[in-house]
Structure formats: structure tokens, C-alpha cells
């Protein structure tokens, strides 16, 4: 079974909009790590955020804000006043306590573009 | 130092050749991990190493497939008679291992992209 979903493969915006991308994961453990990674299109994954299962606080960062609720088995992501330049593909992905290798695992990504 | 390296960064190969693959990790990193990527998916988990020792190994990796990471440095990615099939990113990512509770970013590397004709 998927343990991350991603259901928008692809999301098209106007420069200045407001975008959320979804994220649902699946998991048995009661302490595990979700994080999202952009991907821009020269490939390499960038960090920009992990928040742990023990901590539902939501988090801002700028234009970006994050919202876990694990009610819902969710971990949203918000981009506000999108710009051209949040324009690549966005990753969710799990990693959880019991696997002591913590690798990760990753959805099918939603593909962000902000058209100017 | 400033974030893992690949290399190459792009393989175009005939099908039944190998391939080797280098990754360096950021230098503390005591984890290491390979991923495939395939295009419109999300990375999967190949194997990873804790210093030079292989841990752990996905279904994925093939017996075609060998890793290696010599004193826990650099590590190697090497696919024997390649498939095309293999086509693929090999994404390379370190990490620190519990610096402080929790702190298990994974940091990736730009990746080799695998064309195998």
C-alpha cells in the first residue's frame, strides 16, 4: 500500500495566487517524521521542512506554511503570493521510527506551475 | 564543504554494459543512501549505509545491482549488465544520525541520470 498519496499530479496557478498541496500518509507507528522536498526542475531535492508526529503545531515560514493534523492523516502545504520561481515539482515523504534505517518514503510529487 | 556530490551527473549507456556511480556526502554524514527516481514518481529507497556498513537493501535491488561504500566515505553505485529498464535518476542522500532526536533530514545530492539505450 502507498503510505504517502499525493493526489494532484498537477497544479497550475497565476503569480500571486495562493496554492495548497495535499498530502495524505498512511502509518502504523506513533512516531514518525513527515517532510516535504521541492524538486525544481535542475533535479536536485531540496529540504524545506520536517515536522514530527509528537508536534501538530503548524508552521510558517515566510510565504510557506504547513498544516498537520493527524485526525486526518495530513500534512498540507500552503504557498502564499505563489511566484514564478515556486514553480517545480513538490514532495511529501514519510520516515518512520520503526525502520531504523529512516529511509524515506515518497509520494508521486504534484507538479507546481505559476504562470507569470 | 557544500552538499553531496554525483558523479556523473548524466550516463548514456548500451544495453548489457555496466555502470558505476560515485556519490560524496556531506563530510560529518555518518548515513548514506541511494534512491531511483523514474520520471513522474517520487524517489524510491534502493539501500543505505551506516558508516561502510550496508544496512539495509530494497526488493528493488537486483542482484545486478552492488553498493559500496569503502570507510565510510564515498560510495559507489555500480549495475552489472545493465537492463533498459534501468533507465533512471540515482539520487545519492546523507544524513547525520540523531544529531539531536529527530533530526534526520536527508540531504540529496543532484542526482545521475541513467539513459540505457
Known amino acids: 500500500a502507498q503510505k504517502v498519496t499525493q493526489a494532484q499530479t498537477e497544479i497550475s496557478v497565476v503569480e500571486k495566487e495562493d496554492v495548497t498541496l495535499d498530502c495524505v500518509y498512511e502509518t502504523r507507528d506513533t512516531t514518525y517524521y513527515l517532510f516535504w522536498y521541492k524538486q525544481p526542475p535542475s533535479g536536485e531535492l531540496v529540504f524545506l521542512i520536517r515536522r514530527n508526529s509528537f508536534d501538530e503545531q503548524n508552521e510558517i515560514s515566510g510565504r510557506y506554511s504547513w498544516n498537520f493534523q493527524k485526525s486526518t492523516s495530513s500534512f498540507n502545504f500552503t504557498i502564499t503570493a505563489s511566484q514564478v520561481v515556486d514553480s517545480a515539482v513538490y514532495f511529501c515523504a514519510l520516515s518512520e521510527a520503526s525502520n531504523t534505517g529512516n529511509q524515506f518514503y515518497f509520494g508521486t510529487g504534484t507538479s507546481l506551475t505559476v504562470i507569470p | 564543504d557544500t552538499g553531496v556530490s554525483q558523479n556523473p551527473r548524466h550516463k548514456i549507456t548500451k544495453r548489457g554494459q555496466n555502470v558505476t556511480f560515485r556519490c560524496d556526502p556531506i563530510?560529518?554524514?555518518?548515513?548514506l543512501y541511494w534512491y531511483r527516481q523514474t520520471l513522474g514518481q517520487g524517489p524510491e529507497f534502493l539501500t543505505y549505509?551506516?558508516?561502510?556498513?550496508?544496512?539495509?537493501k530494497s526488493r528493488l535491488l537486483s542482484d545486478r545491482f552492488s553498493a559500496e561504500r569503502p570507510k565510510g566515505s564515498f560510495s559507489t553505485l555500480e549495475i552489472q549488465r545493465t537492463e533498459q529498464g534501468d533507465s533512471a535518476m540515482y539520487l545519492c542522500?546523507?544524513?547525520?544520525?540523531?544529531?539531536?532526536?529527530?533530526?534526520?533530514?536527508?540531504?540529496f545530492g543532484p542526482g545521475t541520470r541513467l539513459t540505457v539505450l
Open positions: 542522500a546523507s544524513s547525520l544520525l540523531f544529531r539531536v532526536a529527530g533530526d534526520i533530514e536527508q540531504f
Open positions: 563530510s560529518e554524514h555518518n548515513r
Open positions: 549505509f551506516q558508516n561502510e556498513a550496508q544496512l539495509e
